[in-house]
């Protein structure tokens, strides 16, 4: 991740006006990464045992010219869990301080004394996933992942727990939808083309999988269940379009445009 620095000013700006601050290591990958260290290190001193062991049952045995064979392996085995737990145990220190801020004046990442600023004007649209884990009588957690993407082709992703996340979304939400809704209407007073992920609103009808729908058709939109649900009357009856919110931008604004379109 490019990190290169701003000017101290704005960093203060984004600092002082903080409305949000997520960890970058959310709390599941701080429980793996502790998990790897722990078991890596015992595992790894349980391998150095084998091998004094075998290095004394070798050299009782056979003589030294062998030792070196019946202990290279756990030895070798040892020096990789260590490795391991090593990579992990500095992967942790350095993440331990590394932030993302939410402020008036835009998104601060903070690694460090490495800050990379990005402000609102660069920022353009929101996409959310979440991922429940466990049985269907029996759910032990959710997984949330936010995109957010810039001016210049690149997408922020962050990660984390559903609760972790919120706040952090939400003064996300609360400083980019509006600006966003503005460019929407901006764009539908001169007649353009709405691209939301699969969908696309023209001023004459609402577009999906190739197949165009008259504003005279919708009858109802909502979100509901990670979904965005498009209820439409055609000559075959009532449909209804459901689209995965993770494949939407804005999904929140799509569906309020949806709602009150105006032509």
Not at 34 to 46: D, H
Not at 139 to 152: D, F, K, N, P
């Amino acid at each position: 991740m490019d990190m290169a620095a701003n000017p101290h000013a704005k960093y203060s700006q984004g600092v002082s006006d903080s409305l949000a601050v997520l960890p970058l290591l959310s709390r599941y990958s701080r429980v793996l990464l502790l998990t790897t260290i722990v078991v890596g290190v015992l595992a790894a001193i349980a391998m150095i045992i084998l091998a004094i062991l075998r290095w004394n049952f070798a050299l009782s045995h056979f003589g030294p010219g062998v030792v070196g064979r019946w202990a290279a392996l756990p030895l070798l085995t040892a020096a990789i869990l260590l490795g391991t737990a090593f990579a992990a145990l500095m992967y942790l220190t350095l993440r331990r301080h590394a932030f993302v801020r939410v402020g008036q004046s835009g998104l601060t990442y903070e690694i460090g004394r490495r800050r990379r600023h990005y402000p609102w004007s660069e920022l353009c649209d929101l996409t959310q996933s979440v991922v429940r884990y466990g049985l269907p009588f029996w759910r032990w957690g959710t997984r949330s992942s936010l995109g957010v993407s810039t001016t210049s082709g690149r997408t922020l992703k962050f990660h984390g727990a559903l609760h972790e996340l919120e706040p952090f979304i939400h003064a996300i939400k609360q400083n980019l939808y509006p600006r966003r809704l503005q460019d929407y209407r901006d764009a539908l007073a001169q007649r353009e083309r709405l691209v939301f992920g699969p969908l696309e609103c023209s001023a004459k009808a609402l577009v999906y999988r190739k197949k165009m729908y008259s504003w005279d058709q919708v009858r109802s939109v909502d979100l509901e269940g990670g979904h965005l649900h498009v209820g439409l009357v055609t000559n075959s009856g009532n449909k209804r379009l459901q689209i995965p919110t993770s494949r939407i931008p804005n999904p929140d604004l799509c569906a309020q445009l949806l709602k009150n379109i105006e032509y």
